[in-house]
């Protein structure tokens, strides 16, 4: 197996007929955001007669920009069980491992607080839930057991799940809320 990377004109390459995956609009959206800003940093690898082994995303999001060449790698020497393989594994691989949800949230933080701009892959309702910022319209109402059957209630209760890189902040917010009369507050970490 040989390989040889070149940029090459887009319409020149010719996408798979077989793609493994099934792509909806928002994800080519999101490809596209990431080349705008970052430019095309993951060539898309074809075999030697430029037919697309990995990238049919990146082809895709490539044509929304008109983008008149892209990075390739070509592969040279490749069975068809090979070929097939390697397309295979790379749509694969990447679902085998999952976010550090805790560290995520730390970086998505970070980035919210120096650049807050869009993050390529995720929506804006997905970075308010990592930071732990949702409406109310996404919180349950419940009431302690045994309350419900009641006829009047007196006291409603109001569970908040608080999570923040930052100890500083998540300090200021108990302390906030810890001035207040009418709260109590209980703590536990996970």
């Not at 390459?13 to 099934?22: F, Q």
């Not at 393989?85 to 990447?94: S, W």
Request: glycine content about 6%; charged content about 30%; some cysteine.
């Amino acid at each position: 197996m040989e390989t040889e990377s070149i940029d090459l004109e887009v319409s020149r390459l010719r996408p798979s007929a077989k793609s493994l995956r099934r792509r909806q609009r928002r994800s080519i959206d999101e490809i596209a955001k990431s080349i705008r800003e970052f430019g095309f940093l993951q060539p898309i690898v074809v075999d030697e007669h430029y037919a697309i082994i990995i990238g049919n995303g990146r082809l895709e999001a490539a044509k929304r920009l008109r983008c008149k060449t892209v990075p390739v790698v070509i592969v040279k020497g490749l069975t068809e069980d090979q070929r097939q393989r390697l397309q295979v594994a790379d749509n694969r691989l990447a679902e085998l491992s999952r976010w550090d949800r805790s560290k995520l949230a730390e970086q998505v933080e970070r980035l919210s607080e120096s650049q807050p701009q869009e993050i390529p892959g995720f929506s804006h309702d997905e970075v308010r839930d990592l930071l732990g910022v949702t409406g109310l319209s996404k919180a349950k109402c419940e009431f302690p057991p045994g309350i419900e059957n009641t006829v009047a209630h007196t006291d409603t209760h109001l569970l908040v799940s608080c999570r923040a890189a930052d100890l500083d902040k998540m300090t200021k917010l108990v302390g906030a809320l810890s001035g207040e009369s009418w709260c109590t507050l209980e703590q536990a970490s996970r």
